[in-house]
């Protein structure tokens, strides 16, 4: 298994390291003194910054381009990214896109494929393959992130001596900053982040796709701070967000949010609700079919599957309709185009109408089908 093992010596050593120094550091510091308030709101807090950095940051601004921010935004989501101790910007969303693009697959560096311990954790100790440029040219022209990138080693150094010095001037608690503000607060939030390579690709429901490993997870959201959505990621990776739903806890998608209202973050990208719809009309569709195909035997299933792909087929027809509609809307110039544009509004109303009605004999067909058994044969 490990014949082909080539340690990445630095990954490796540090990451065993404050795993060892956390099991045996956390349970001397508890028999000497009880930790503070004040120490773990700081380190709850250095928790919180370094996974929204890193999702909102690493994962949504910089692995996947979902939006654009100034300055000021940009060095919160370095400092913190850095401050997490995840590799620099370039690695990160390196891997990160190889990873999507060929998830599941043998050029995935993170892929489940081969067990949850080796996509949690064993492939960040393997010596990695160099950076290949292409997949990160767009992010090679930021001066910000060259240097991140060429002094990386001095600034996890540097921030995280920030951290553990600020957190003792605050409590006057060393020992509690080193072990609850660095190698605890290191502990969290590497493992939350490495869920989302294994969990989150395990244990969870497919409402939008099935043609991947990644599932969405409620349980995993609260855990890595609104990244637990994952079947909606891997499905439409460019939308800045991934809980769409209100109820969906998803905080950086509210920080990017609140950025842009505040000038600081724009073109913020979002995928379009019809084609969301579309996507989860057929994801059902392939829910049920499977379903009914292990009906074999049951006199009604072939009818229902030819309805199921009609019905399925009218709506993916009507959404695109919709969407032609909606583009040729928005491209058009108001003061110039006015005959057309009330007539684009009509028709985009009907079309709307025809999908909602559509939609409601849709679901009443996936209740009926989802509830038919097997029939029983006759002894």
Avoid at 221 to 230: I, Q, R, S, V
Wanted: contains cysteine.
């Amino acid at each position: 298994m490990f014949r082909d093992f080539k340690p990445d010596w630095v990954a490796l050593i540090f990451i065993a390291a404050y795993h060892v120094l956390l099991v045996v550091g956390l349970p001397i510091y508890l028999l000497i003194q009880r930790p503070s308030a004040a120490l773990l709101l700081g380190s709850l807090a250095l928790v919180t910054l370094c996974l929204l950095a890193i999702t909102a940051g690493y994962h949504r601004l910089y692995a996947h381009r979902t939006y654009r921010v100034k300055k000021p935004a940009e060095w919160f989501m370095v400092f913190f990214g850095t401050l997490a101790a995840e590799g620099s910007i370039f690695r990160w969303a390196h891997d990160h896109r190889l990873h999507h693009r060929h998830v599941d697959g043998p050029g995935d560096p993170y892929g489940t494929e081969k067990g949850f311990w080796h996509s949690h954790l064993i492939w960040m100790l393997k010596e990695g393959d160099p950076i290949d440029p292409k997949y990160i040219r767009d992010l090679k022209d930021n001066r910000m992130l060259i240097i991140q990138d060429r002094y990386y080693g001095v600034f996890v150094t540097l921030t995280n001596l920030i951290a553990v010095g600020g957190l003792w001037a605050l409590t006057g608690d060393l020992l509690g900053a080193v072990v609850i503000g660095f190698l605890l607060r290191t502990f969290v939030v590497h493992h939350c982040t490495w869920f989302i390579n294994s969990l989150a690709h395990m244990w969870g429901s497919k409402p939008y796709s099935s043609e991947h490993s990644a599932v969405n997870n409620l349980i995993l959201a609260f855990l890595t701070l609104g990244e637990g959505y994952h079947n909606y990621h891997h499905t439409f990776a460019g939308d800045y967000r991934n809980g769409v739903r209100w109820y969906q806890f998803d905080p950086p998608k509210y920080l990017i949010w609140v950025l842009s209202k505040l000038g600081l973050a724009w073109d913020l990208k979002r995928t379009d609700p019809l084609m969301i719809k579309k996507k989860l009309v057929q994801a059902d569709q392939k829910l049920l079919i499977n379903h009914l195909t292990r009906l074999d035997i049951h006199e009604h299933a072939q009818p229902l599957i030819e309805a199921v792909e009609k019905m399925s087929e009218k709506i993916s027809s009507s959404i695109v309709s919709a969407k032609a509609l909606m583009d040729r809307y928005r491209s058009l110039d108001r003061r110039q185009n006015r005959v057309e544009i009330k007539e684009l509004r009509r028709r985009f109303r009907e079309v709307k109408q025809e999908i909602a009605a559509d939609l409601k004999t849709w679901r009443r067909l996936c209740q009926t089908v989802l509830s038919m058994q097997p029939a029983v044969q006759a002894a």
